[in-house]
């Protein structure tokens, strides 16, 4: 019998590839590669958003089976991550008048976070909360516990998406008869994975520039304070190439061979020409002012989501990192149009990952996120094994309990970056209800007992009760 396997699987739903990892956490803090596994998504998933369900689905069991075969053991569940184009933020203050000199409770804080959760948006799901300051009467605190106040002001971030984006994701998992660990936004576990402590602190501006999108995550005092999702990416530069009368394929070639963030003019030969194929050639010229137009709209769409009150704040700089930061001289385009001179590209995790698989070992940014994810993970992903050298839907019991369970958590016990599961607010609403039926139950026997007494009271107080009391009176023998 092989030995016993305890690997976490994390699932990135791209726009241009669904990437299925699986792997060990060791003593030491650093993660094994066991497998991975990706899939073409460009006909099913546009900009982050799952547009066919069915198709996605097939993907998923498809990449399930996959690692399956390749790990040689059942996955019982998955993490998944949540990004695309339909999410964004927010800003929301909610305020509270205390009587005088009022010291503030942790409960007074936990009411205010509840009421912005409890925000309705049309058509839109509050999917992570990210708490900025505290407004305590006229003064700014993290930590607003402890204070004596007559005034609580709270400031939240709120992360949206469309719902029906949401509810599309989790139908593809449930078509897919794929059980969902957990679900992490993803900008936030690819955060946590290439960012460094002063970077959040001293502030800075992480870019993933993906496939159909480019995501801006905005950081200072180690507080997420935006985050944006611009419909333009790295693919918007091959159909730009491709316009020079080329297929998709051949200007994906050229993007990869010849491209450019910046050029300086003097470095431009004139002559200069680019091979499309043997009978083809285009001026280099042309080439390179096609590619840098959409760089820098890009690039300038990215500067308009640092919101101003930050933008001189950003000590740390911008962080890059996705298949798009690997054009050549990227960080001296986002220096040049963004007029901050800090530029860092983030090419890997800081998390130490031990792998013999090609992709991983480019360390070229592509899977950051999805390792974001497997780092973020902490629930044991194997099941029961598949024997490799018989039958493989023989399957040998596990020794011990492998899958761990854990209890259905309420809004206030996710940490920020984590996103309740379809099951969770299945539970969560199933617990409302029944909270609500109890409240109205208890209201129902206040109110009858409320009304009991009344009617109680009426009766002694009515006249045939004082009369009767009279004549009681007039017929008891006088001491």
């Known amino acids: 019998m092989a030995e016993i396997k305890e690997f976490i699987v994390a699932i990135e739903l791209g726009s241009s590839k669904v990437t299925g990892i699986a792997g060990q956490k060791r003593p030491d803090g650093s993660i094994s590669v066991l497998s991975l596994v990706r899939e073409d998504s460009s006909s099913f998933i546009r900009k982050g958003v799952v547009y066919n369900i069915d198709k996605t689905a097939q993907c ?65 799901k509050i999917l992570d909360v990210a708490e900025q300051e505290y407004r305590v009467d006229t003064q700014l605190q993290m930590d607003p516990v402890g204070i004596r106040a007559n005034r609580l002001e709270g400031n939240f971030l709120n992360i949206l998406e469309r719902k029906a984006f949401f509810q599309n994701l989790n139908k593809c998992f449930e078509t897919a008869n794929i059980k969902v660990a957990d679900m992490y936004l993803a ?30 995550s905005v950081f200072w ?50 002559d200069l020409k680019y091979s499309i194929d043997p009978d083809r050639q285009v001026e280099s010229r042309r080439f390179i002012e096609i590619v840098e137009a959409r760089v820098e709209e890009i690039i300038e769409n990215v500067r308009y ?23 050549a001289n990227m960080e001296k385009a986002f220096a040049k149009y963004t007029h901050i001179d800090k530029v860092r590209t983030a090419k890997f995790v800081t998390t130490t990952i031990n792998s013999s698989i090609d992709q991983i070992n480019a360390k070229n940014g592509m ?46 016990d996710l940490e920020t970056g984590t996103i309740r599961t379809a099951r969770e607010e299945e539970l969560a609403a199933e617990e409302a209800r029944r909270k609500k039926e109890e409240e109205e139950r208890i209201r129902r026997e206040v109110e009858e007992a409320e009304a009991a007494e009344k009617r109680r009271l009426k009766k002694e107080n009515s006249v045939w009760s004082k009369t009767k009391k009279w004549l009681v009176g007039l017929a008891s023998p006088e001491e």
Not at 61 to 81: S, W
Not at 305 to 327: C, F, H, R, V, W
Not at 381 to 386: H, R, T, W
């Open 221 to 270: 005092k180690n507080v997420l304070r935006h985050l944006a999702v611009i419909p333009l990416g790295s693919n918007n530069v091959t159909k730009d190439i491709a316009s020079l009368q080329m297929e998709d394929s051949d200007a994906e070639k050229m993007k990869l061979k010849y491209a450019s963030a910046y050029t300086d003019n003097n470095d431009i030969d004139p």
């Open 367 to 412: 899977l950051n996120t999805v390792l974001g994810l497997l780092i973020k993970g902490d629930i044991n992903c194997a099941g029961k094994f598949i024997d490799p050298n018989g039958n493989l839907f023989e399957e040998q019991e596990p020794q011990g309990q492998l899958v761990q369970e854990r209890r259905p958590r309420q809004i206030g």
């Open 305 to 327: 989501q640092i919101p101003a009150e930050y933008y001189d704040k950003l000590l740390g700089g911008i962080i890059l990192t996705g298949g798009g930061s690997n054009m």
């Open 60 to 124: 998923l069991m498809l990449i399930i089976k996959k690692m399956e075969t390749q790990l040689h053991t059942r996955v019982t569940q998955v993490f998944v991550g949540v990004g695309g184009q339909s999410i964004r933020s927010v800003k929301n203050t909610l305020s509270k008048d205390l009587p005088a000199d009022t010291i503030i409770t942790q409960e007074m804080v936990v009411e205010l976070m509840d009421a912005n959760w409890g925000l309705d948006y049309p058509d839109q």
């Open 187 to 216: 900008p936030l576990a690819l955060a946590n994975a290439v960012l460094t402590e002063v970077e959040k602190r001293s502030g800075c501006a992480l870019v993933d520039i993906g496939a159909d999108t480019t995501t801006v």
